[in-house]
Structure formats: structure tokens, C-alpha cells
């Protein structure tokens, strides 16, 4: 696909290329990946700037996300990804591949830092998910710390640098330049910006409020070396944006997913197959993709967890903004909410007007929604901007557009952003392309599923 960058887009990879360090703090949907690996193949191969570029990730994000974006674009698909993750033994291998772009989780930099100490060979650092390293007390902080010095380049990418108020902010910066903006330490920092409160009785830490003027100060003090983006800001956007989150399994949850559906898809005469009989294999399949399938008893039995972890860790980039979320099998709303009460987010199910008016006025974090139950007349679109999602609507190209609209439509203050779960090699993976398609999803359905049948049947 030719990637042909929107202004903003232009912008930030000019920046990245331009500055030894920046803070690219955009809205997740922005397309922060294709920036920076833009940013990237621009100063490898046309600049000679950099040798090798390590990105910090999400461990979902890490597995797929950096992989599938590179062989997306045109302009990237030279670029050779390499996931740094799994067994000590298989990372290791993977540091010595032949490669442009390595990829490990965030849990794994202080065993990545220990494992070359001297010898760091990164010239260039992305992290993706920057509030990761928000906690100067953190062991990853610390371990990147130690390597600083060796690192000629360094980008941030996160959506809301300060989640939980301008403390966030030190860690952060510190590590773009080295304490030369909020200071040196965060007794410093808080010095300089903060009043420490009045404790209260029994209270056992202290805590600190930004001094009058703070906020902006603080933003005059980065705005050099941070580049930051709302969606709002930029009207040349299209006014609904997709984003496809790719969910990778695990090696246990791919050997289990794999030997279900090749079971389910033998069980199915390819030659004969009804509209009935693929409705429900396209169910099965897509249950399978969720993460957990009904048995003959009607009872949901757990497959993996991969697409739960990848739902969370978008809930994390989003910083607290609303979501809605759509699911299609009440197994996958079960799980959601098991999920979501763990939290400490504002979540219900959608039943009627009362949850309408709720998360219109700002009380709901998450809604989590049948399609079928929002469909003509609902208006969500007061209550957020950002969509997932979760589970399919078996095809309907009808529901899915209808769903779409309870936030794309009169009134909304933003461009909608709505991200799509989708499993890798499932049949996740068909529904949005036939969605995406707007053809005929009968016939796509059908096509599908016999292109897998003989696939089964061949393997």
C-alpha cells in the first residue's frame, strides 16, 4: 500500500529525523507506528543516521503491531522487524539476527540493559507507550537510565504523556534530555512547579499540587523537544478514521486455536455447505478468535486469553478516554466485564435509555454494547469518540456501519476512532476485509470458509 503521509504525519517525521530526541505525544490513531518507521527507514537508508533502532512496546503491541505495519506500506516492506520476546534463549537468538528494527516488551529492557551492559549496540531508542516509563523508581526507568548515554536518538510516543497529573511528565522528559528542562531530579521538579500539600492525620506520603501557572509553564519548558496532538487539532482528517490493532497468539493459544478449528472445519463438507450450516461454523470460528467457544452444554469454555490482553493494553493507550465497545457473544461480554471490574473504571453494559443518558453526560469509562441493540436513532455520540471493536457481527455489513454511527454522526465534537481487534490468521482477519469491502457478505462468507475448509484438508 502507498503510504501518502497526511500534513501532520509529514510533520513529525521531519521532526524525528531533525531532532536527536523527541516527544511525539499523539492521540492513539494518529498512525504513530507508521511515523516512526518512517522516521526510521529515512535515517538508516537515505541519512546513514542510525545503525540499529530498538522499539519498547506493549507485549501485545510487540508481537504483532511493529511486524504488520512495516509489511503494510510500500516504502517499508524492505525494513526487517525482529520480535525480541519469549524464552531467554529465543530472545538471544533474535538479538543476533539480521535485521533494522528490534522490538521487546517493556517488562524485558532491564534484562535487555543487564544482558549487553557496556556493549549497548541501539543507536536509536523508540518508546511506544512512553508513560510506561513514568515512575522514576521503576526498574525499567532506572535500567534505561544506565544506557542513556548511549543512545544518539530517542523518540516518545504516547498519547497522554500525564495521565494521572504533571508528576508523569519528569520521568519522561528526563529521559528525552537529561533533567536540562524540568530538572535534574524529581525533588527538583517538584521544587520548581509543585506545592507540597498539608498532610493529614494518618496520612503516611506526601503529595504535591501544581503552583498557579504550572501547566503552562511546563508546556513552554518542553514545547521544543515535544510535539503533541489531538485529533481536534487537525480538521484535514477524516472525520472517522480506522485503526487495526493485530492480535498475535501465543504459542499455546495458537496450537489450541489451530487444532479447534482445523476439528470444526473437517467436520464440513466444503462441496455442500449451506448458508445455515456456515453461519454456524463462522460463528464457532469467530467465538475461537474471542478467546473462549460454547460447548454442547451451551457453557463457554476458555480457549486463550490473547485478544483480552490486547483489549487492555488498548484501554491503557487510551488514558482514560470513554470507549465504546462492541461485542457480539455474550461470552465475550462476560469476559469483558470480568476484565473491566478490576479496573476501577466506570463500565455497564448497554440496556436501554438510562445507560444512554449516562454515558452521554460522562459517567461511563466503557460501554460495552450488542450492535444489535444500538442500532437506528441512538445518539452516544456526547459520551466519547474512540470505538472498539471486540467481537464481529457475523458479517453484517448493515450493523456494523449502524454501530459505527452511534458515534459518527451530527454533534460530534471529534473525529471518530474506531479500532478493530483482529487475530491473526483467523477468521477475524476475513470479516474485516469483507467489511471493509462492502460486497456481497454472503458470498464473501462462503468463500472464506471454503478456502479455509481446503486448506484444513490439505494441512
Known amino acids: 500500500?502507498?503510504?501518502?503521509?497526511?500534513?501532520?504525519?509529514?510533520?513529525?517525521?521531519?521532526?524525528?529525523?531533525?531532532?536527536?530526541?523527541?516527544?511525539?505525544?499523539?492521540?492513539?490513531?494518529?498512525?504513530?507506528?507508521?511515523i516512526a518507521l518512517s522516521a526510521i527507514n529515512e535515517l538508516k537508508y537515505n541519512r546513514w543516521g542510525v545503525a540499529k533502532a530498538l522499539v519498547v512496546a506493549p507485549k501485545k503491541v510487540a508481537e504483532a503491531t511493529w511486524s504488520n505495519e512495516a509489511a503494510k506500506w510500500d516504502h517499508l516492506k524492505h525494513l526487517r522487524v525482529i520480535p525480541v520476546l519469549g524464552s531467554v534463549q529465543r530472545r538471544v537468538k533474535a538479538l543476533y539476527a539480521h535485521g533494522d528494527v528490534w522490538v521487546i516488551n517493556r517488562e524485558n529492557i532491564p534484562w535487555l540493559v543487564d544482558y549487553y551492559r557496556n556493549d549497548w549496540p541501539f543507536d536509536l531508542v523508540v518508546l511506544d507507550e512512553s508513560t510506561s516509563f513514568k515512575n522514576p523508581q521503576s526498574k525499567r526507568f532506572k535500567a534505561l537510565k544506565l544506557v542513556r548515554s548511549r543512545i544518539r536518538r530517542l523518540i516518545e510516543l504516547t498519547g497522554t504523556p500525564a495521565p494521572n497529573g504533571l508528576e508523569d511528565l519528569w520521568a519522561q522528559v528526563y529521559l528525552l534530555d537529561g533533567g536540562a528542562r524540568l530538572g535534574k531530579t524529581m525533588t527538583e521538579y517538584r521544587k520548581i512547579f509543585f506545592n507540597q500539600?498539608?498532610?493529614?492525620?494518618?496520612?503516611?506520603?506526601?503529595?504535591?499540587?501544581?503552583?498557579d501557572g504550572a501547566d503552562?509553564?511546563?508546556?513552554?519548558?518542553?514545547?521544543?523537544?515535544?510535539?503533541?496532538?489531538?485529533?481536534?487539532?487537525?480538521?484535514?482528517?477524516?472525520?472517522?478514521?480506522e485503526d487495526i490493532v493485530p492480535v498475535a497468539l501465543d504459542g499455546p493459544a495458537e496450537r489450541a486455536y489451530k487444532k479447534l478449528e482445523r476439528e470444526m472445519l473437517l467436520e464440513v463438507d466444503e462441496a455442500t455447505i449451506t448458508?445455515?450450516?456456515?453461519?454456524?461454523?463462522?460463528g464457532k470460528l469467530l467465538q475461537l478468535c474471542s478467546g473462549a467457544v460454547y460447548d454442547g452444554a451451551g457453557r463457554a469454555v476458555r480457549v486463550h486469553d490473547c485478544k483480552l490482553e490486547a483489549f487492555s493494553e488498548v484501554l491503557e493507550q487510551l488514558h482514560g478516554e470513554h470507549v465504546l465497545v462492541f461485542y457480539w457473544f455474550q461470552h465475550e461480554r462476560d469476559r469483558l466485564m470480568g476484565l473491566l471490574s478490576k479496573t476501577g473504571l466506570r463500565a455497564r453494559v448497554y440496556q436501554g435509555?438510562?445507560?444512554?443518558?449516562?454515558?452521554?453526560?460522562?459517567?461511563?469509562?466503557?460501554?460495552?454494547?450488542?450492535?444489535?441493540?444500538?442500532?437506528?436513532?441512538?445518539?452516544?455520540?456526547?459520551?466519547?469518540?474512540?470505538?472498539?471493536?471486540?467481537?464481529?457481527?457475523?458479517?453484517?455489513?448493515?450493523?456494523?456501519q449502524q454501530a459505527n454511527k452511534r458515534l459518527h454522526r451530527q454533534g460530534q465534537a471529534h473525529p471518530v476512532i474506531v479500532h478493530h481487534l483482529v487475530v491473526q490468521g483467523g477468521m477475524d482477519e476475513d470479516v474485516v476485509a469483507a467489511l471493509h469491502d462492502k460486497g456481497d457478505s454472503q458470498e464473501a462468507l462462503m468463500q472464506a470458509l471454503k478456502a479455509r475448509i481446503e486448506k484444513a484438508r490439505c494441512t
Open 1 to 34: 500500500m502507498k503510504f501518502i503521509p497526511h500534513e501532520y504525519q509529514s510533520y513529525c517525521i521531519r521532526r524525528m529525523v531533525e531532532d536527536p530526541a523527541l516527544g511525539a505525544f499523539l492521540e492513539m490513531g494518529l498512525g504513530k507506528t507508521v
Open 197 to 211: 500539600d498539608w498532610a493529614h492525620p494518618g496520612q503516611m506520603y506526601r503529595t504535591y499540587s501544581p503552583k
Open 216 to 241: 503552562a509553564n511546563i508546556r513552554a519548558a518542553i514545547a521544543d523537544i515535544c510535539v503533541s496532538m489531538k485529533t481536534e487539532d487537525y480538521l484535514t482528517l477524516p472525520a472517522c478514521i
Open 275 to 282: 448458508a445455515q450450516s456456515a453461519a454456524v461454523l463462522n
Open 353 to 400: 435509555a438510562e445507560d444512554e443518558q449516562a454515558w452521554n453526560a460522562g459517567g461511563v469509562d466503557v460501554l460495552l454494547a450488542h450492535p444489535a441493540s444500538c442500532g437506528y436513532g441512538l445518539n452516544l455520540q456526547n459520551g466519547g469518540h474512540h470505538a472498539v471493536w471486540y467481537g464481529y457481527p457475523n458479517w453484517n455489513l448493515e450493523l456494523y
